[in-house]
């Protein structure tokens, strides 16, 4: 079967444009929607993986470095940080043995918001890494009984009710009155022991 169109003939048609076509260019730029431009003027990287394969599409690891080798000589001065003082507190001493992020990049772990509990998932965790303990020492012999459940029931998670306004931000959620429905009652809140035990007078054996 013979084709309608020779490569000439087509060569020709492109050339005098005997057939419409459609040439479309796109780019990859930012498009802010708003009027302060220094968020998009950073130019900020969500996917790195996603910018090293565009890299890899567009030929830029097939690049060659070929400027001529230099010699350079540095001279630099180094001082260590030795103290740190955090945005509300008083200037601490800062030990050269403990990493400089564990203290400037910790922030306060969100825990309560008035009467309402959060960080349910942190809250179950502290809690079962108690009732580990206190199996431990069973096992061992230093507990003459076994009180895992006298702490659960003393620090139970309460279950949601969604007709209490008290309970409404959890309810709000589904994700999250499932959650806290299911652990209701079942499993032990060790943030809320452990606020217990920020009182002096009080004992984790009360």
């Not at 690049?63 to 540095?74: F, K």
Request: charged content about 25%; overall charge negative; aromatic content about 8%.
């Amino acid at each position: 079967m013979a084709l309608p169109y020779t490569v000439a003939v087509m060569d020709e048609a492109l050339v005098t444009r005997a057939f419409p076509a459609i040439t479309r260019w796109n780019r990859l730029e930012g498009s802010p929607r708003t009027h302060d431009f220094h968020r998009a003027l950073r130019a900020e990287v969500r996917d790195a993986l996603w910018m090293l394969t565009k890299q890899w599409q567009l030929g830029e690891f097939e690049g060659d470095d070929a400027a001529s080798p230099v010699m350079a000589r540095v001279c630099i001065d180094t001082a260590p940080i030795d103290r740190f003082q955090a945005a509300s507190g008083p200037a601490e001493t800062l030990g050269l043995d403990q990493p400089l992020e564990a203290r400037v990049e910790r922030r306060t772990l969100p825990l309560r918001a008035g009467t309402q509990y959060l960080s349910l998932d942190l809250r179950m965790t502290v809690g079962r890494r108690w009732l580990k303990m206190l199996e431990r020492e069973r096992v061992e012999g230093r507990l003459s009984a076994d009180y895992r459940q006298a702490y659960i029931n003393a620090y139970h998670v309460p279950v949601p009710d969604p007709a209490n306004a008290a309970d409404a931000m959890v309810c709000a959620h589904a994700d999250a009155w499932q959650e806290a429905s299911a652990a209701g009652e079942r499993a032990m809140d060790g943030i809320a022991f452990l606020e217990y035990l920020d009182d002096p007078a009080h004992n984790a054996f009360d």
